[in-house]
C-alpha cells in the first residue's frame, strides 16, 4: 500500500492536537485537584483534543503504511518542545534543541526512505 501525502498532512495536523492537549493539561495541572478535576476546562478541552486527534490518527492509518505514518507522531515532542517555550516560558539548552533536530532528521529519513509515498489522492 503506497503512503498518500494526504495521509501523512493529517498525521502531522494530529501531532498539533497532542501537543496542544499536552500544552492544556500542564496549564490544568497548576490547579489540580482530583476532587473537582471534572471542572478543570484545561484539562476537559486536552482530553477532547486528544480524541480528536486519535480519531485522525486512524484515517491517518487508513491513508498509509504504519511504518511510514506512526514516526510522524514523534513530531509531538517537537510540538511541546517549541510551544512550551512560547506559552509556559519552559526554557531549551543545547542538549534539548539536538534532541529536536535528531528527531528532525529521523522523521525525514524515514519518509526519505519510504518508496511507496503516493502522489494525490
Do not use: C
Not at 98 to 117: C, P, R, W, Y
Amino acid at each position: 500500500m503506497a503512503t498518500k501525502h494526504w495521509a501523512i498532512l493529517v498525521v502531522i495536523l494530529a501531532t498539533l492536537l497532542t501537543s496542544s492537549g499536552q500544552l492544556l493539561y500542564k496549564i490544568g495541572s497548576r490547579n489540580l485537584d482530583l476532587a473537582t478535576i471534572y471542572m478543570n476546562y484545561y484539562i476537559i478541552i486536552g482530553l477532547f483534543v486528544y480524541l480528536a486527534a486519535g480519531i485522525m490518527v486512524l484515517f491517518a492509518l487508513k491513508g498509509g503504511e504504519l511504518s511510514v505514518i506512526y514516526p510522524f507522531i514523534a513530531l509531538s515532542f517537537v510540538w511541546v518542545s517549541i510551544s512550551s517555550t512560547i506559552f509556559i516560558n519552559e526554557s531549551m539548552n543545547a542538549l534539548k534543541w539536538l534532541g529536536v533536530f535528531t528527531i528532525i532528521a529521523g522523521i525525514s529519513f524515514i519518509g526519505i526512505g519510504s518508496s511507496k509515498v503516493a502522489d494525490g489522492n
